[in-house]
């Protein structure tokens, strides 16, 4: 593999399952289980995002199925805010 800065990427679910079914059949059951819990969705997951889309509402929009990074207190839920052209500040 070259050098290039891998990033957080978004699958769509039929990507999700050939790479799950790529894995296990070429042995790499650890790493399909792997990938098979971050491509699930809790039923927290979903707790969290009702809660946010019940808060100021038309202040930003949601996904169907944001992305949800829960830690013990809390989590974060992955939002879309809008940013007009015009509110972008000129950089000199």
Request: hydrophobic share 40%.
């Amino acid at each position: 593999m070259n050098d290039t800065p891998l990033h957080p990427a978004l699958l769509f679910p039929s990507e999700v399952k050939a790479i799950h079914k790529a894995l296990i059949g070429s042995g790499h059951e650890e790493l399909a289980d792997l990938v098979r819990e971050k491509a699930s969705r809790s039923d927290s997951d979903r707790e969290y995002s009702k809660a946010i889309e019940l808060s100021d509402e038309g202040t930003f929009d949601i996904d169907d199925e944001p992305i949800v990074s829960k830690s013990e207190d809390g989590a974060y839920v992955m939002i879309w805010q809008w940013v007009d052209k015009s509110d972008l500040l000129a950089t000199v």
